[in-house]
């Protein structure tokens, strides 16, 4: 298979995300860039996530939807710091928008930055926002074939996340299915298991992640 | 709520998809233009759609995603005509897309063709196909709050179809919720809540589709 990215398009783009990184990892600031179809769950595991870190971690979450803020009340009822990016018509969010958003932020002290994008398994993939890792969150009710529809999306994350395993008995499909087709379109993906509803995977996830941001002090 | 949607983007689009309706109605062929999220279930409720009406009605399928055939394969053993559109990095249809697709397919004596968009809830909104009513497709595990997040595509649709209404017991949210939600968007919304799994509800919404076949017919 094989995939082209429009360079020039984002080469704005590419350079403003370029100084983003730079600024956050002078802070040791560790950041995802949380990618997925409407309705996986992204505000879901942010929430869960946050619940299980904040004792530990400073988090702060752009959120991005085209509409509403009601992902942003979402996250500040869990106790984080949250501001809210409509991207009206956008379909992704950009470096641009993140600068923009975290004008009105202190990030001193943060530890972990998370930015949820629009809900679009195609669009955000080629915008850089200067994140370390990004996460794809695929929903075992939306089936195991979207690696093969999206591949960009699936090629250019580094983890993969399927959530709502605890549907899995009342599906026609599995995780097991699911993490195959993933791992042919990327065979270099980390990927875990959850459900947020019943906390399901968690451990797992937040130890990695707990990990990786104290990886990023000690660098 | 106030939506705006860049009219002179979409200017030519409008005018090819003005010929492709002038064309399908003077056919007294009845065409919808299905959207949703990836994972929805839109080609699940195609196949069975068809698995009900094609003992009477001959239908055609373009099956529009980013890469893939898959869709197109699943269509055509479920005994229907089906042409895919791979839009590449493209995030939606547009009614050029259509018009080509359609050039090597037989439309004589068809009485229902069937647009399936690139699962997407934002961008395919604003680009009219030809059809003669949009259909929007949310499936209850992806939430209750897809139309305040996503309003373009419920404020443009007349038919909402809640697909895997099956798995309502194990999710914290409901059909009535979602419907709710859907009609403050826009309550003209004509509402339809199945499961292409079970086939519970799809008596209802064939019925449906056949009278406006029919009237088409008539007129």
């Known amino acids: 298979m094989r995939i082209s990215i429009e360079k020039s398009v984002t080469a704005l783009n590419d350079s403003v995300a370029a100084e983003l990184r730079r600024q956050w990892r ?25 619940a299980r870190l904040q ?70 993939a ?19 074939d979207k690696p093969f529809k999206y591949p960009e999306t699936f090629l250019l994350a580094h983890v993969m996340v399927i959530n709502k395993i605890d549907l899995e008995p009342f ?6 299915e699911l993490r195959h087709n993933a791992l042919r379109v990327n065979p270099q993906l980390q990927v875990f298991e959850v459900s947020c509803l019943t906390g399901d995977g968690m451990v797992e996830w937040c130890t990695w992640l707990k990990e990786q941001a104290a990886a990023r002090k000690e660098r």
């Not at 009340?73 to 923009?100: K, P």
């Not at 915008?127 to 969150?137: F, N």
């Not at 599906?171 to 097991?176: E, F, G, I, N, Q």
């Open 26 to 50: 002078a802070r040791q600031l560790f950041c995802l860039n949380i990618m997925a179809a409407p309705g996986a769950g992204k505000t879901a595991l942010i929430e869960a996530t946050i």
């Open 55 to 124: 004792d530990r971690f400073r988090i702060v979450v752009v959120e991005g939807d085209p509409h509403a803020s009601l992902d942003r009340d979402r996250i500040r009822a869990s106790g984080a710091v949250s501001v809210q990016v409509n991207t009206l018509a956008g379909c992704h969010l950009d470096a641009r928008m993140i600068q923009n958003a975290l004008k009105t932020v202190d990030l001193t002290g943060v530890d972990l930055l998370i930015l949820e994008n629009v809900g679009n398994l195609l669009c955000p």
């Open 126 to 144: 080629a915008w850089d926002l200067g994140e370390d890792v990004r996460v794809v969150v695929s929903s075992l009710p939306e089936g195991a």
């Open 171 to 176: 599906l026609p499909v599995t995780a097991a």
